[in-house]
């Protein structure tokens, strides 16, 4: 079984930065991208950033030069630095792994966090 769990959301003033991450576990042996999610209040789940094993990165635009996306493939664990934070920030963060390959197991095409709220005071 793969678990996604996320940790480092919190409420920041605007302008703040914060450090989000997210470790999978599980006896995985390769992870595709890695990635994270928003969704804010009466919105639809839109995609922040993403990075492949190899390490290529897509950024939405609205956080492009903003945040940050790393990742450690020996700990299988992504990260997602969010500097000059905003109100419009504000969401519940996901973090997700596809194309998980686990020792015995079938390949998981993709798991999800729990989520972690991020919330940005103005």
Known sequence: QVQLVESGGGLVQAGGSLRLSC?????????????WYRQAPGKQRELVATITSSGSTNYALSVKGRFTISRDNAKNTVYLQMNSLEPEDTAVYYCYADKVDVTGETRYLIVWGQG???????
């Open 23 to 35: 470790a999978a576990s599980g006896r995985i042996f390769s992870i595709n991208a890695m990635g």
């Open 116 to 122: 972690t709220l991020v919330t940005v005071s103005s």
